[in-house]
């Protein structure tokens, strides 16, 4: 099992970032997949997470309305749309599937700053 994810990057308050995560070594397509987060000094948190199918989403009170979780199951990709950034965004983010702790990828930073 692996996740590699990608897309994260310096931004101002009020910017856009689209993080993409690929996904191998499972059958990506019956599982649920969720987008976690850690920041500085903080444990992990659940920020979104997505039926194996794409049909139902689920989203921290701190992001709805302003992430978007989707996935593209033909490219084992699930991909975390996130706009109207704010410095408590600021973290290193990861995918996996949901439910599991196990075989975390290296995360991509993404950090909200003038």
């Known amino acids: 099992v692996r996740f590699v994810e990608s897309g994260g990057g310096l931004v101002q308050p009020g910017g856009s970032l689209r993080l993409s995560c690929v996904a191998s070594g499972f059958t990506f397509s019956t599982y649920a997949m969720s987008w976690y987060r850690q920041a500085p000094g903080k444990e992990r948190e659940l920020v979104a997470a997505i039926a194996s199918a794409g049909g139902s989403t689920n989203y921290a009170d701190s992001v709805k309305g302003r992430f978007t979780i989707f996935r593209d199951n033909a490219k084992n990709t699930v991909y975390l749309q996130m706009n109207s950034l704010n410095p408590e965004d600021t973290a290193v983010y990861y995918c996996?599937?949901?439910?599991?702790?196990?075989?975390w990828g290296q995360g991509t930073q993404v950090t909200v700053s003038l």
């Open positions: 996996q599937r949901t439910g599991f702790k196990a075989y």
